[in-house]
């Protein structure tokens, strides 16, 4: 089964970061990326431009809208994802519980719905 792990931080924090531990976690990233390719459970993944960089489109009676920005404000930001390979959710926790942002954010586990086709 497929699922999406969401990868929620504060983008404050990693601006605040002193440069040689964010290099740090981007060293963990990558090595995270690497063994979850070789492991066969790597679908997809990236990291997303910072949250000011979006644009979230709404269409209310018919009339397109968009708007600068994120939907809500809070205090952790989408930051990237892995679209994963699991037997079940458990698997795909351990996964998550892997990622370095683990740490200092928060990982939201989805599953991917899958439509007959």
Known sequence: ???????????????????????????????????????????????????HTATTVRVRDGKVTKTDGPFAETREQLGGYYLVEAKDLDEACAIAARIPSARIGSIEIRPVLVFPS
């Open 1 to 51: 089964m497929q699922y999406l792990l969401l990868i929620y931080d504060n983008e404050k924090l990693w601006d605040d970061m002193e440069e040689a531990e964010r290099g740090k976690l981007f060293g963990e990233y990558s090595q995270f990326s690497q063994d979850i390719k070789k492991s066969g459970h790597m679908v997809a993944g990236d990291a997303l431009q910072p949250v």
